[in-house]
């Protein structure tokens, strides 16, 4: 099993429309710089499930054969924007996992189409989604009701953290005790400014804070990009940037 990032850019993503800053110039540049909307597939023996869908080419990759779920971390636009077209297939009914949230986004859920929203995810208990996987949803500061997810294997734990302003003692001290090999956590600008996510001076600490062996930053804005070009990170390669694309092993 494994969990391949698909999207680690904010909501502007990068390039950033009209914007010609120095990381935005060099990803029209050069596809690999590119980030799109922070999402996650995770792929396992039975099939893929999707964690968040703002990508609006869910329908050109995404193979409804073995399409086994997607998983929400909130309703906020950009981590559901693939769903307004997606809802409109043919295919069955497809489970939609995540928090409860009355208002969702738009009409999605009173109009789901082919999209399954009555699985909703109780916080702090483990969800068995498939033979090898269960995710435990953690409730994570936002500007709207946010899960993060502990996300099991046979043996190993990976932790993602999309969007999120700060970690509560409660979520804080499940993801310790889970013993993570990796936590995925959203850093979206640099050092002291930004509000509803974390900049990296609040981001940096929680490698230690939450017992993980490493950490990627995802839901990079390019602002903090470009801060890193001039001020990179350590590298002891515990705490790196991720990248679109990214691949990590779950046992």
């Known amino acids: ?17 009209g914007c010609s800053c120095k990381c935005c110039s060099r990803a029209r540049f050069d596809e690999t710089y590119r980030r799109r909307p922070a999402s996650a597939e995770i792929q396992t023996s039975t099939g893929r499930f999707l964690l968040d869908a703002g990508r609006t080419d869910l329908a050109e990759w995404v193979d409804p054969e073995t399409l ?59 969800h068995s989604l498939c033979q090898e996987m269960t995710i435990t949803p953690v409730p994570i500061k936002h500007s709207k009701m946010t899960f993060g997810y502990i996300i099991k294997g046979r043996r190993e734990v990976v932790v993602y953290l999309s969007d999120c302003d700060g970690i509560g003692p409660e979520s804080s001290s499940m993801i310790r005790e889970s013993m993570p090999k990796v936590v995925i956590i ?8 930004g509000r509803n996510h974390l900049s990296l001076d609040r981001a940096l600490p929680l490698l230690d804070e939450l017992g993980t062996q490493r950490l990627y930053l995802t839901h990079i804005g390019h602002d903090l990009e470009n801060y890193l070009l001039a001020h990179p990170l350590p590298e002891d390669g515990r705490i790196l940037v991720a990248r679109d694309g990214l691949t990590v092993n779950i046992d």
């Open 186 to 193: 959203d850093c979206s600008f640099p050092p002291e400014v």
């Open 1 to 17: 099993m494994y969990i391949r990032l698909t999207g680690t850019g904010n909501a502007p993503q990068i390039p950033v429309y």
């Open 68 to 126: 086994r779920g997607i998983i929400l971390t909130h309703y906020h636009m950009d981590h559901v924007a693939g769903l307004f077209h997606l809802r409109w297939g043919v295919t069955g009914p497809i489970p939609v996992f995540g928090p409860s949230d009355p208002n969702g986004c738009d009409d999605l859920c009173t109009h789901p189409g082919c999209l399954d929203f009555s699985h909703t995810l109780e916080p702090y208990r483990e």
